[in-house]
């Protein structure tokens, strides 16, 4: 069965009213008040420890190494015996 053209398709949709236009003038901002720019705050720097924040990564790299070196390991050993 064949598949209906999106021609098709955009004839029978029907179209939605656009909405009134605004009446309302919409205010336009003084040119004598002028609003002075936003200072940016001094923050002092702290400093991580990121030994202490981050303990639990060490672990999982540690095991994430531990479990590479010994694929690698079985790999060598694999392939002098399948020779």
Do not use: G, N, W
Not at 49 to 59: G, K, L, P, R
Not at 63 to 83: K, P, Q
């Amino acid at each position: 069965m064949a598949k209906k053209s999106r021609r098709a398709r955009k004839k029978t949709r029907a179209t939605r009213p656009t909405p009134p236009a605004r009446k309302t003038p919409v205010p336009q901002p003084s040119p004598t008040i002028a609003k002075e720019p936003p200072r940016p705050e001094t923050k002092a720097k702290k400093t991580v420890d990121f030994a202490t924040e981050y303990h639990y990564v060490y672990a999982d790299l540690k095991r994430i190494a531990v479990t590479a070196t010994v694929m690698l390991a079985v790999l060598v050993i694999l392939s002098f015996v399948i020779r």
